[in-house]
């Protein structure tokens, strides 16, 4: 198999979604911006870069974006001890591995959250290769790490897997088919809206679906 398995780790095989959310209404918060967590969940998927005038508007970007994404950062480490992996990570990380994937972690984390996922899932001996925001100039929605991580795969096929609307919109900018997961909270119409050729419910059904969707991915053309 010619094919990259590229997933998302934050929400998608690591429980983070939730925590970030908070850490951004904290770090918000400091600055004496009032955001909604709901709003904030909302956002989650994408990078810093892009969050803060999403939320907020492009004027606290300029006044308090580079703070916001320091306090973020502080509230995030403080909650790193709680994230745990999602139940079935490690069994979709191995299947993918004996379907013939090469498996790539496109992370748009930092580099040190990164590092303590990969730790959480066994990810240096399970992927080929990783990335962090340390890779790529911008984030999630645009599609530059996920071609990071295309390229790091060196493969001729891709598959992108995410549990947020903005991974699947930098799939489809990348022109790559992508699935989705709702362990980030969002909802089978929203996610298929935003490109998702299929919705799963938990990872140990996208594990079940693999060998389908390893097919599903040859089909389409090859790499220019």
């Known amino acids: 198999m010619d094919t990259a398995l590229i997933l998302d780790v934050d929400g998608t095989l690591v429980d983070t979604t939730y925590h970030h959310a908070l850490a951004w209404y904290r770090a918000f918060r400091e600055v004496g911006v009032a955001v909604p967590v709901w709003r904030l969940h909302r956002a989650i998927g994408m990078g810093g870069d892009q969050l803060v005038a999403a939320v907020a508007g492009d004027e606290v970007e300029r006044s308090h974006g580079d703070r916001v994404r320091e306090l973020w950062k502080a509230e995030a480490d403080r909650l790193m001890p709680e994230i745990r992996p999602f139940d079935g990570a ?41 990335t962090s925001s340390a890779d790529v ?88």
């Open 90 to 130: 490690v069994e979709l990380l191995d299947a993918a591995g004996a379907e013939g994937f090469r498996v790539v972690l496109a992370s748009s984390g930092k580099p040190d959250h990164v590092d303590h996922y990969l730790d959480l899932i066994g990810g240096r001996e399970r992927a080929s290769a990783w």
């Open 137 to 224: 100039s911008a984030t999630k929605p645009h599609p530059e790490l996920l071609e990071a991580a295309w390229e790091r795969a060196g493969t001729t096929h891709a598959l992108a897997v995410g549990d947020s609307v903005w991974d699947c919109d930098a799939a489809g900018r990348l022109g790559i088919p992508a699935v989705g997961v709702r362990t980030g909270g969002f909802g089978v119409d929203e996610l298929t809206e935003h490109g998702a050729r299929a919705v799963y419910e938990d990872l140990h059904e996208l594990r079940r679906d693999l060998g389908r969707l390893a097919l599903a991915a040859e089909a389409r053309p090859n790499r220019t």
